[in-house]
């Protein structure tokens, strides 16, 4: 009896197969999608808009499609064409993908793209000038075909600067937390709002006014080349030096304002300028009391120290405690020694030369009166990188100093170049770890007149100031420019 109950099961399931079926299984086909007409890969240069229009082929209506271009989980457009600038360089390593979207399926149809957006921005030159009385910002461009971009400022921020231009100057840092090097662009201007720029984009991040605590901000210089956990970002205000360190994260958001440094019993009062040897130590000139002090840089220390002289050298009879006169401009030289232009009330100009220890002993060892005529008020200076001597921009005459030969007297002072406008600025841009070995000289132009020209010189002095490059039409009556190095 029980072997029945197998057969029994199996001639059912033989009698189902039989069966015949009568179900639709006549299936319709999907609609498909082609997606033609764009490339593999494309560069996208930033603050440029861009335009990509594929060829999209489908028997689907339009009322049944909708489109996605995104990177990663970012929306770019949802429409066919892609209509886009590029306001930051990416963080993201995603492909560009655009998707279309059979909307009664779900289906995704994808054509995913390798991308590139290069800002025109990562190297070049900043030049800084009056423009019909306004503050006016340009960028030449090592990187778009060499462009220029008239008035940066205004064109990527949609504003204009306020007051009058004092300096541009690039600070570099490493992020805190991705560990990313990056750097932000600081816009100094004198009785007006200064701001500190996005390196890639040129977007204004903020205003060093609205963040700073105390009150009213009158930047006069800012003295440092980096922000980050080792590096604190020193500018002077109403003759005080003051510190802006960054908080954990190492990144200029969470950075900083600290009280100013504090002086002696004497108080103290700089100028515009200080320098910072390769000692941990900044040295300035404290014209309220006519003499030079330092201050320690890493412990932010309130003690300020005087210097002394070198009793071996000529300055033996100098009193350091009674500099009379008003800060031109400071500096090191290629072996670090601290360089420091004064104006005697006798209307002479001085340069100071200290050494500096990693101690904080800081040692006057030559003074230098220039011959008449050889500095004035508009006089530019910068040390050269590559030998001990200090490039000085007096009207349209290039000069070289030599810094080892000051005893010579008007014999240290070299004839270079002689140029068609004045020398407005100069920076010798060095950086060994890039290849980077440029000397830039800016002739003034007109203040209504885009007349100003950027002149890239050898820097070998027996070239004579042989122009390599030149551009013309980079700004108006310059004030400032400097080399920007990513």
Same mark, same amino acid.
């Given at each position: 009896?029980?072997?029945?109950?197998?057969?029994?099961?199996?001639?059912?399931?033989?009698?189902?197969?039989?069966?015949?079926?009568? &179900?639709?299984?006549?299936?319709?086909?999907?609609?498909?999608?082609?997606?033609?007409?764009?490339?593999?890969?494309?560069?996208?240069?930033?603050?440029?808009?861009?335009?990509?229009?594929?060829?999209?082929?489908?028997?689907?209506?339009?009322?049944?499609?909708?489109?996605?271009?995104?990177?990663?989980?970012?929306?770019? /457009?949802?429409?066919?064409?892609? #209509?886009?600038?590029?306001?930051?360089?990416?963080?993201?390593?995603?492909?560009?993908?655009?998707?279309?979207?059979?909307?009664?399926?779900?289906?995704?149809?994808?054509?995913?793209?390798?991308? $590139?957006?290069?800002?025109?921005?990562?190297?070049?030159?900043?030049?800084?000038?009056?423009?019909?009385?306004?503050?006016?910002?340009?960028?030449?461009?090592?990187? #778009?075909?060499?462009?220029?971009?008239?008035?940066?400022?205004?064109?990527?921020?949609?504003?204009?600067?306020?007051?009058?231009?004092?300096?541009?100057?690039?600070?570099?840092?490493?992020?805190?937390?991705?560990? $990313?090097? *990056?750097?932000?662009?600081?816009?100094?201007? =004198?009785?007006? =709002?200064?701001?500190?720029?996005?390196?890639?984009?040129?977007?204004?991040?903020?205003?060093?006014?609205?963040?700073?605590?105390?009150?009213?901000?009158?930047?006069?210089?800012?003295?440092?080349?980096?922000?980050?956990?080792?590096?604190?970002?020193?500018?002077?205000? =109403?003759?005080?030096?003051?510190? *802006?360190?960054?908080?954990?994260?190492?990144?200029?958001?969470?950075?900083?304002?600290?009280?100013?440094?504090?002086?002696?019993?004497?108080?103290?009062?700089?100028?515009?300028?200080?320098?910072?040897?390769?000692?941990?130590?900044?040295?300035?000139?404290?014209?309220?009391?006519?003499?030079?002090?330092?201050?320690?840089?890493?412990?932010?220390?309130?003690?300020?120290?005087?210097?002394?002289?070198?009793?071996?050298?000529?300055?033996?009879?100098? #009193?350091?405690?009674?500099?009379?006169?008003?800060?031109?401009?400071?500096?090191?030289? @290629? #072996?670090?020694?601290?360089?420091?232009?004064? @104006? !005697?009330?006798?209307? @002479?100009?001085?340069?100071?030369?200290?050494?500096?220890?990693?101690? &904080?002993?800081?040692?006057?060892? /030559?003074?230098?009166?220039?011959?008449?005529?050889?500095?004035?008020?508009?006089?530019?200076?910068?040390?050269?990188?590559?030998?001990?001597?200090?490039?000085?921009? !007096?009207?349209?005459?290039?000069?070289?100093?030599?810094?080892?030969?000051?005893?010579?007297?008007?014999?240290?002072?070299?004839?270079?170049?002689?140029?068609?406008?004045?020398?407005?600025?100069?920076?010798?841009?060095?950086?060994?770890?890039?290849?980077?070995?440029?000397? &830039?000289?800016?002739?003034?132009?007109?203040?209504?007149?885009? !007349?100003?020209?950027?002149?890239?010189?050898?820097?070998?002095?027996?070239?004579?100031?042989?122009?390599?490059?030149?551009?013309?039409?980079?700004?108006?009556?310059?004030?400032?420019?400097?080399?920007?190095?990513?």
């Amino acid at each position: 009896m029980k072997k029945i109950y197998p057969i029994l099961f199996s001639a059912i399931l033989l009698l189902n197969a039989c069966i015949s079926d009568d &179900g639709n299984y006549d299936y319709t086909p999907l609609k498909e999608v082609t997606i033609e007409g764009v490339a593999d890969s494309y560069r996208f240069i930033l603050q440029e808009h861009q335009t990509i229009t594929p060829k999209i082929t489908t028997e689907l209506t339009a009322d049944n499609l909708a489109y996605c271009w995104r990177i990663g989980n970012d929306t770019l /457009a949802t429409s066919p064409v892609l #209509d886009y600038t590029f306001t930051n360089v990416l963080a993201s390593k995603d492909p560009l993908t655009f998707e279309v979207i059979d909307l009664s399926t779900n289906v995704r149809y994808a054509k995913r793209m390798e991308i $590139a957006v290069v800002s025109p921005f990562q190297s070049g030159w900043m030049i800084f000038s009056v423009l019909n009385n306004a503050a006016c910002l340009s960028f030449q461009s090592y990187e #778009d075909k060499l462009s220029l971009y008239e008035d940066v400022y205004q064109e990527v921020n949609g504003e204009a600067l306020s007051g009058s231009p004092l300096m541009v100057k690039q600070l570099r840092y490493q992020d805190g937390s991705t560990g $990313a090097y *990056k750097d932000r662009i600081s816009v100094l201007c =004198k009785d007006g =709002k200064s701001a500190e720029l996005d390196g890639s984009s040129l977007l204004r991040v903020k205003y060093y006014e609205d963040e700073f605590r105390p009150g009213g901000l009158q930047l006069q210089n800012i003295n440092a080349e980096y922000y980050g956990n080792d590096y604190s970002l020193f500018m002077i205000h =109403k003759g005080k030096i003051y510190s *802006k360190l960054t908080g954990s994260m190492g990144t200029p958001e969470d950075a900083y304002y600290q009280y100013p440094l504090e002086g002696d019993a004497k108080d103290y009062q700089i100028g515009a300028y200080f320098t910072k040897p390769h000692s941990d130590y900044y040295v300035t000139l404290d014209e309220l009391n006519h003499r030079y002090v330092y201050f320690n840089r890493s412990s932010l220390s309130t003690i300020v120290s005087s210097l002394s002289v070198d009793e071996a050298s000529s300055t033996r009879d100098f #009193d350091p405690n009674n500099v009379k006169g008003t800060s031109v401009w400071m500096g090191q030289s @290629k #072996d670090q020694k601290a360089l420091s232009i004064v @104006k !005697t009330p006798e209307g @002479k100009y001085v340069l100071d030369v200290m050494t500096s220890t990693y101690a &904080g002993i800081f040692t006057l060892v /030559a003074r230098y009166e220039f011959p008449d005529g050889a500095v004035n008020d508009e006089s530019c200076f910068a040390p050269h990188r590559n030998i001990p001597y200090l490039m000085i921009g !007096t009207g349209n005459q290039l000069k070289a100093l030599n810094l080892e030969a000051l005893s010579a007297g008007a014999g240290a002072l070299n004839n270079i170049a002689t140029y068609e406008g004045r020398i407005a600025a100069m920076q010798y841009a060095y950086d060994i770890n890039k290849n980077i070995d440029e000397f &830039g000289i800016a002739i003034t132009g007109s203040n209504t007149e885009r !007349t100003g020209s950027l002149l890239i010189i050898n820097p070998t002095l027996t070239a004579g100031g042989e122009i390599l490059k030149r551009y013309d039409h980079v700004g108006g009556k310059i004030i400032s420019i400097c080399r920007k190095i990513m």
